[in-house]
């Protein structure tokens, strides 16, 4: 009899603390394009770092160490708020985004399924790209002291302060798609997005497997400066350098986001480099893609194997037509919902990782079906 | 043997001020065509082959085109003496963004349409500078954010696209095609966006120097009150100056929209500054009543030619910058030295 009621006592405890650590199955949960909007957040493995990376050639790997593992020091947390285990349901969050886009639309939708879907109720915040605008909205939402607050940073330099005035109210502060540096990210429970910089390596390998793993390959950067440049310039041409030296870089050029001046640097490559260049290697797949392949149209040029990061209709489209070899998933919806996700785990008293990635794919020819209908 | 002292020497002035006098006329007559003559130089040195084949001809025209086009309805806010107008990018993405709504009409009704909004824009511009007497720049600023938002908040801030508009539509086909198709002139082709950039040249330059507007327009660029008291209809003017502007920049949003293959607010972002750059390499000045069509095209012209020449000899992006910003400052200092040696400025 001591024993049954033993029994029953700790399974009286023990019920209700299982309970709170389950959250609802989200796998059947899909985004627009029929993929899971909320798989596991995956981790990277870190490898040692090289004492000065600075001091490495260009296509050494090394050299980027910091931006390609963005967050390996940010071990010590500071002031971080300890969750009660509650669970997800009624909570109430605020996720401030940077400004409006097609991806951005996308990304809310993302977010709004995943908070639906958990019983939260989200507040979503647009500066429209204006950073003293980002910084009053983050004061109003301190104001308005919710459970969770998810930021989509404007500016790496600026993070820093705006994560700390959201940790410094005792707010759980969530980072969310733009990378921030080691010393933003002691403020957060964790960072959530996309890694870029897997994602190149993967989209280079596919690539460098058509090329024969030789020839002259070109590259039209995202805007100087910023994290996609590195990783969606450098990504490639450090993984090419590991695994296919004999794909040769013939020029990188920065034209931006318009069609007609990409189309204008790839017709200039075709005069110069004549059959020399083999492939083009894109850090968009809509304008940047147009552009592009326009101009290998026009010039007859079908032999050019080209690849793109991103995920827009342009771009699978493209695949579709096997104009394009290879475009990244970037999920949006995904993307804003892993914010949420990462959320839910949080108030449950789970585990989250402190940087928590999203799910990696690439789409080709033989992918490209089962990523329609496009999320933007 | 004692030496002359020619600067002290009142007939060596005399010839040197003519001398100098002719060179300005030179250089003032034939403006920037010199830097497009000096430029076909440099290409020919640096890539002989290359830079001549018609291929490369025919992609440089069609890399200026839209910025061209632009370029002309700038031109005429230029010369009006109403610096610029900065609404231009949005006007751009609204007109491709309307087109591209209506195609479920048809592509004809759809390119009207989107024509003619866009116009309507301008003449509002118009309106509320040549009546109201708003600051042109302040208010094309505010205009634009103003219609940047109204936009976004039509379209949720998503991309539209016409095949999903109008899905397995001819008229789809048709939108595709107008900023690919070209016209063959023997072993050559010209795109449309080129004929097109090149036709509202032609138009441009015949309104501006061989109509009774254009006239009047030269009056009001070079001084408002005079115009004014000279019985002049200056609101009417600026009106159709913004008028014609708005129609140039939403013709170039449809085909940007076409080149795209979709329509965003953003399409045409930079445009307002790339076609002021044109304008004033053309020989225009932010004063007013200087300058024509012609010149607009030849500042068009060597922005194209310098950045074809700089890829071709494998210049990075941010070195062409810099060279563009140099040309530029040089360009700009000989027309106005020229200017100002013949008393024009």
Redesign the interface.
Known sequence: MKKLLALLLTLALLLPAAALAALPDSSGVLSTDGQMLMPELTVKDIPERPADPASLPETDAGRYFDMEYAGWDATEKVNIPVSDGSGPQGKNVIVIVHGAHGWTTAYQKGVQKAADFFGITVEIMDPNWDLATQNQMIDTAINLQPDAIALIPLNAESAVQQFKKINDAGIPAFGTNTLTTSDAMKYMVCWTGPDDWGQMRKLSDVLAKAMNNEGGIAYITHNAGTSPYYARTYGPITQFAQTAPGIKTLDIQTPGFDAVACKQVVADWLTRFGTELKAIFLADDSAQAIGAIDALNEAGRSDVLVVAAGNSKTGQDYVKEGKLLAITYQTAEGDGAAAIFAMAKYFDGQEVPAIGYLAQQIITLENVDSFYPVQW | MSETNFDSNPACTVHRVRETSKFAQWINRLGVYVVVAALLIIGMAV?PT?FL?L??IR??L??V???GMVAVGMSFVVYSANFADLSAPMIIAFSGMITISSIRMGFVPAFVIGVLSGTLLGAISGFVIGKLRAHPVIWTMAYNFVLSGIV?WIY????I?PD?IAPDSAAVDTFYNLS?ASIPIGDFSLSWMTVVMLAMIVLGQLILKRTKFGNQLKVVGSNYEAARLSGINVTGVIITVFMIAAFCFAVTGVFFAS????G???NGE?YDFRAVTAVLLGGMTLMGGKGDMIGTFGGALVM?ML??IM??I?V???EQYMVLGVAFLIIVWITTISDRKLGKS
């Open positions: 890539a290359k084949s291929e490369n992609n440089t069609q890399s085109s839209l910025m976004r949720m801030g998503s991309q696209y999903v690919r080149i795209s293959k979709m965003a607010y953003y930079g194209g950045t074809n890829n071709l494998g990075s992006t941010f």
